[in-house]
């Protein structure tokens, strides 16, 4: 059969902006307190990609102190350890667009 074959391809825009939520909220409204079970001894963090038909896909580093460790569902847990990490979600569609927030453990 010598038919051309047909593909689909969408075309999606670059991130303009990233915001990062932790627990639903915005990670700049949380003030953390030494009472890590109130989180569960778990942190759920979530990335919003802007505009919102732009790839939701991010990439989560951490760096700094490994007060945290990210868990196979994507949570991340606290590790007992202390001192101050950095999160950074980077979106994976190669515009490097990125949002960072400290993680200090007392």
């Known amino acids: ?12 825009p670059m991130a303009q902006s990233l915001k990062i939520l932790a627990e639903g909220m915005d990670v700049t409204n ?4 030494s009472d ?7 942190l759920n963090l979530s990335a919003e990609v802007f505009p919102a038909d732009a790839g939701q896909a ?3 580093k951490l760096s700094g102190a490994k ?9 991340w847990s606290f590790t007992g350890k202390t ?14 667009k990125s949002h ?3 993680v200090r453990v007392y």
């Open 58 to 60: 991010v990439v989560w």
């Open 67 to 75: 007060v945290l460790e990210q868990n196979a569902d994507g949570s």
């Open 1 to 12: 059969n010598s038919e051309p074959k047909m593909f689909c391809v969408d075309i999606l």
């Open 83 to 96: 001192g101050t990490a950095t999160i950074t979600a980077t979106a994976a569609d190669g515009s490097n």
């Open 36 to 42: 890590l079970t109130q989180y569960g001894g778990k």
């Open 30 to 33: 949380i003030t953390c307190t």
């Open 100 to 102: 960072s927030f400290s």
